[in-house]
């Protein structure tokens, strides 16, 4: 190997050369990506330092997330580095190393620039590092990269430009770095693999336990995205690509408990044990509806990301002054709370009435396509036409593929809207969807069938389109959450205008419900305020009243069936609000990320991945959290809570119980035959 150079002072380089001999290209490839890294954490924690507690804690982000980024480091590098020391010095594979080589370096190293200049725009949005949502969204591209061209031009530039910078710099100096390489004795080039091999494997598992490093190792804050800093978003990514590949159930991050319990302590927090009625589905249990007569038709207005705090009926902004007036004179539920921060748990929630988990919803989850229990499935064993209204692509987050294996007759989504007033990113206006929707509506009043109808909004998301001449604008640059917000309300009121005077009226219940909030956010564990959504039922016959209760999503759709007159016999282990509730029995279920929460009106306990469970009281006038100690039986009830849809899904325990009776019929019968 040739030492010299055209410009010869960097002795130490010189040293770092020979020391290190195949792998110096990987080597400063390394130094690099370790100083882009802590580089970025230092802009991250700049800009969040009013989350940082104190200097022990600021320490702790550095030196805990040096640790992660060297594992990192280790993982994308060490079978490059090993590999080096055994191509042989023939001219022809030598150049075809160098330049697979190459790729690996530039590749490397644009994936981790390309992460951390993506995560800003991120945490804006969702208060974390980049996790599983990221991997989500980009399997539709479409949707996707349309909202980002017309909301985010400024991001995109910036990592475009980063991009490309990253991609010609690190092409040019990889090319200088593997001719500087050089190759040690052959008796050497095993012994140096397999110490490389060993540096690396320990650096990637970063830890002499059995357990190797997990973001969970790491955490020392309760603030979710304190934690978050410590990793790098590459590394954040790659453990939620891993994390959804092995799809794990609550257990694994909260820890076990006897099926049995489980089962008990769910049935007795209902407050009506005594009525569940099957054990080979331990959760199914029988419930009276309130009205009598003629079925009603049940339709959900489920509103994008719309917090209480938009909502000027709730103590929010004043931004919707037609849900205002719906809350005066409709059932308005004060304090409500959704299970979780995205449309796919919203949906879970308000159509299945399923507990929330650290999974996927299962709206997306393999065995929930067929077969689940959905109050579809249920109405249509009572005659009831099951559509789902949406003016985007119905295949986002796997909808139509849910809904029509679990009871929905009809799907009406973007293709179906010919003459829309505007298209955005995410599809048809609001105000496009209410009026296809009143059309679906009008038509299925002139037949006897009975309807239920989920409309989903989507002009409230970001990057918050819709048609020019609707509103007054509250904020002077046009695309914000607060006008979108204010334009979907003004969507909502001219629907309600239509629906007054339409035949379906007299004979149909509304319900107007927010799937979560926008831009869930706070130094917390779970950031109850950021959960909470309004929630209102309309109709012939709905009297007005304040509702002071505490109320889950999941209580909504046991709700709406005793409203509408269906015997509801179900796995929904969610309140019958038309039915007097005891105050111990209220509670609200939260999934933010990995952390669960269950809430009571005086307390609530939150469980970690691997932590102890903490409690806190909760002030619903100012929304502070102060810690507080809990009793192990609450500890016992959360994680039972927490523990139960993962149980509930894996063991199908969670089915249409009058359709199963059916399977076991014609099962015992084909038997008899045989």
């Known amino acids: 190997m040739s030492l010299s150079y055209k410009h010869t002072p960097q002795i130490s380089q010189n040293y770092l050369q020979i020391l290190s001999g195949p792998i110096y290209p990987i080597i400063v490839f390394t130094l690099i990506a370790l100083s882009l890294l802590s580089v970025s954490r230092l802009g991250l924690v700049s800009w969040q330092v009013d989350r940082i507690v104190d200097v022990h804690s600021l320490l702790a982000v550095?030196?805990?997330?040096?640790?992660?980024?060297?594992?990192?480091?280790?993982?994308?590098?060490?079978?490059?580095?090993?590999?080096?020391?055994?191509?042989?010095?023939?001219?022809?594979?030598?150049?075809?190393?160098?330049?697979?080589?190459?790729?690996?370096?530039?590749?490397?190293?644009?994936?981790?620039?390309?992460?951390?200049?993506?995560?800003?725009?991120?945490?804006?949005?969702?208060?974390?590092?980049?996790?599983?949502?990221?991997?989500?969204?980009?399997?539709?591209?479409k949707e996707v990269f349309s909202m980002l061209w017309v909301g985010y031009k400024l991001e995109l530039l910036v990592g475009f430009i980063g991009s490309f910078i990253t991609i010609v710099f690190g092409w040019k100096l990889s090319g200088r770095l593997v001719t500087k390489s050089s190759m040690p004795k052959w008796y050497w080039r095993p012994v140096l693999a397999v110490c490389i091999v060993i540096i690396g494997v320990m650096g990637a598992r970063s830890s002499l336990g059995h357990r190797p490093l997990n973001p969970s190792m790491v955490a020392f804050s309760t603030d979710p995205l304190i934690n978050d800093l410590i990793l790098n978003s590459s590394y954040s990514l790659a453990f939620a690509m891993k994390s959804m590949t092995s799809e794990k159930n609550a257990?694994?991050?909260y820890g076990k408990m006897p099926q049995d319990d489980v089962i008990k302590l769910v049935r007795q927090a209902t407050g009506h044990p005594q009525d569940f009625i099957n054990n080979q589905l331990p959760t199914v249990n029988r419930n009276n509806p309130m009205h009598h007569g003629k079925k009603k038709n049940l339709v959900i207005l489920l509103q994008e990301s719309l917090g209480a705090r938009?909502?000027?009926?709730?103590?929010?902004?004043?931004?919707?002054?037609?849900?205002?007036?719906?809350?005066?004179?409709?059932?308005?539920?004060?304090?409500?709370?959704?299970?979780?921060?995205?449309?796919?748990?919203?949906?879970?929630?308000?159509?299945?009435?399923?507990?929330?988990?650290?999974?996927?919803?299962?709206?997306?989850?393999?065995?929930?396509?067929?077969?689940?229990?959905?109050?579809?499935?249920?109405?249509?064993?009572?005659?009831?036409?099951?559509?789902f209204i949406y003016g985007g692509e119905s295949h986002f987050d796997n909808m139509k593929s849910f809904f029509l294996g679990n009871g929905f007759n009809e799907i009406v989504d973007q293709k179906d809207f010919d003459d829309s007033a505007y298209i955005g990113s995410w599809g048809a206006s609001d105000e496009d969807l209410y009026d296809m929707a009143h059309q679906k509506f009008q038509q299925q009043a002139k037949s006897e069938q009975p309807f239920f109808s989920l409309v989903f909004t989507s002009s409230n998301h970001s990057p918050y389109e819709f048609p020019d001449g609707r509103i007054k604008l509250v904020d002077e640059i046009k695309q914000t959450n607060n006008n979108a917000v204010k334009y979907s309300d003004y969507a909502l009121g001219e629907f309600f205008k239509k629906a007054r005077k339409s035949d379906y009226w007299e004979n149909t219940v509304f319900i107007v419900i927010a799937d979560h909030d926008a831009r869930i956010r706070g130094s917390v564990p779970i950031p109850v305020d950021r959960f909470h959504i309004p929630g209102v039922i309309i109709g012939n016959g709905i009297k007005a009243k304040q509702d002071d209760r505490l109320v889950s999503?999941?209580?909504?759709?046991?709700?709406?069936?005793?409203?509408?007159?269906?015997?509801?016999?179900?796995?929904?282990?969610?309140?019958?609000?038309?039915?007097?509730?005891?105050?111990?029995?209220?509670r609200a279920l939260m999934q933010s990320s990995k952390n669960f929460a269950y809430m009571t009106l005086d307390k609530l306990i939150v469980?970690?991945?691997?932590?102890?469970?903490?409690?806190?009281?909760?002030?619903?006038?100012?929304?502070?959290?102060?810690?507080?100690?809990?009793?192990?039986?609450?500890?016992?009830?959360?994680?039972?809570?927490?523990?139960?849809?993962?149980?509930?899904?894996?063991?199908?325990?969670?089915?249409?119980?009058?359709?199963?009776?059916?399977n076991l019929e014609a099962t015992g019968s084909l038997l008899k035959d045989i």
């Open 607 to 662: 469980l970690q991945p691997e932590k102890p469970a903490i409690g806190y009281t909760y002030s619903f006038n100012n929304t502070e959290l102060e810690p507080i100690k809990i009793t192990d039986e609450e500890k016992a009830v959360t994680k039972a809570h927490a523990l139960w849809g993962g149980i509930a899904y894996k063991k199908e325990f969670y089915k249409n119980y009058r359709l199963d009776l059916v």
């Open 310 to 387: 938009y909502v000027g009926g709730l103590g929010g902004l004043n931004l919707t002054p037609n849900l205002d007036k719906l809350i005066k004179e409709g059932w308005n539920f004060n304090h409500l709370y959704a299970t979780g921060t995205r449309s796919v748990r919203g949906i879970e929630a308000v159509v299945t009435g399923f507990t929330p988990t650290p999974s996927r919803a299962v709206v997306k989850l393999g065995k929930s396509q067929t077969g689940f229990f959905t109050i579809a499935q249920l109405l249509k064993q009572y005659g009831y036409h099951n559509q």
């Open 553 to 586: 999503s999941i209580d909504i759709p046991p709700t709406l069936l005793s409203l509408i007159g269906v015997q509801g016999e179900t796995p929904m282990i969610g309140h019958d609000l038309t039915k007097p509730l005891a105050a111990k029995y209220q």
């Open 62 to 141: 550095f030196v805990r997330g040096l640790r992660v980024d060297i594992a990192t480091i280790c993982w994308l590098f060490i079978l490059p580095a090993a590999v080096s020391f055994f191509i042989p010095s023939q001219k022809t594979i030598t150049t075809i190393w160098r330049f697979i080589l190459r790729l690996w370096l530039v590749f490397g190293l644009f994936v981790i620039v390309y992460m951390e200049l993506a995560t800003p725009t991120f945490i804006t949005e969702y208060d974390l590092r980049p996790n599983r949502l990221f991997i989500e969204y980009l399997i539709y591209p």
């Open 251 to 253: 257990e694994d991050f």
